[in-house]
């Protein structure tokens, strides 16, 4: 079930336009894109399926929200300017945290990792999206905005709306924009250090589409010109086979829990990376690395 | 009703759903080619401008990268140049080419040295759902002369 108007539907003749532009102008050196046969078949399936895979568990979510929607705190009309600038802030500041969650828990990661699986940064990759991410519940972080008495249908337009902001930014034609853009939107630049699978970019710049949000948890991490972005996983998929991009985190969060049951909180929850004895890297392990391995040279210089 | 009667049918008469549906169904289907089209653009634009293949300098510099702080102690380039494989300590550093980029990931060295061979290529075990198998186009596989 979807609302009335569904921003990203709308959108999509839009998507499939920009990218083949972005794909000719590219080849014609006359904008910077990197693509791939492969890794575009499998960013534009994993995107086609991820539509039929979200009708799926759509009607749950949308019939949750109607639900909250019942026995909501306040009645928050549609039509009013101001209830549209409160629902775009709070969702985006719902969106942040959907999406640090996202990158900071396995069991949200195992559906989120398919969007940066791909080693290179274009629009096709905005379009890489989850088939799980239903299943995995993020959904339920929404809810309180209709509790609060959003209806479900404003929330659901301002989600697409949100979606629809963040795809342009998968881009590496856009080099940086004005300063005061920069400070207060996520933008190409932004959105680029965080597809990077460089320890010093790893789990920031969680934003939608403000930026301020991670300027105010603690999260952001400016693109520098000395260290170029390298995208992907910080180990890499080894395989094109669809299936296994799509699931590849499921089945070995699955194989770990029933190698080691008693630690399944750990498995699930944890952060992705982490093992009882910490034989595996996690995020905070690599930047720790990192940072030790940047002070190493200055002390020795000392 | 407006319109209601000879002219017009009745709202309750109208399959809406099966509308909705090949509504859908339509918007699928040409989402479908739209993806086929953009696949064989990438294809075309692409066409000759593939990844070099590996050469000493350029494996070092991938691996250093992917195994910060590991010293490698011999590299075996795949003749064909889509990937490499270097032995450091007890370990098996493994590159292999995915598409124009690369997938690293590091096994026992025994692994690596006991796995299988075939028309000479070396089919090492990952033990990664994620990256099932590496295959290297390494003819003289085992090495002879190390020690294990």
Redesign the interface.
Known sequence: MKAAIDPVTLATPFFIATVILEIVLARFGALKAHYETKDTAISLTMGLVSSVAGLLTAGASFAAAVWIYQHRIFTIPMTAVWAWVLVFLLEDLTYYWFHRLSHERRFWWAAHVNHHSSQHYNLSTALRQTWTGGVAGTWLLWLPLSLIGFPPAMVAIQKGVSLVYQYWIHTEAIRRLPRPIEAVFNTPSHHRVHHARNPRYLDRNYAGILIVWDRMFGTFQPELDEEACRYGLVHNLGTFNILRVAFHEWIGMAQDIVRQPRHVLGWLFGPPGWTPDGSRDTSARLKAEWAARQAAPEREAA | MRGEGFFLTPPKARPRFRLVNAAALI??AV??A??A???A??????RGRGAPPLDQAAARALLA?EF??RRVERLWLAADGRGALAKAGEAALVL?R????????HVPWDRAQAARVEDGRVFIP?S???????VLALPDWPPKGLAT
């Not at chain 2, 995915?98 to 990931?105: F, L």
């Open positions: 918007q699928l989402s479908a739209a993806v089209l953009m696949v653009l990438a294809a075309w634009a692409t990268d910060p702080g292999t995915m598409g124009d980029g690369y997938a690293a990931r990952l990664d759902v994620a990256a099932p198998r590496a």
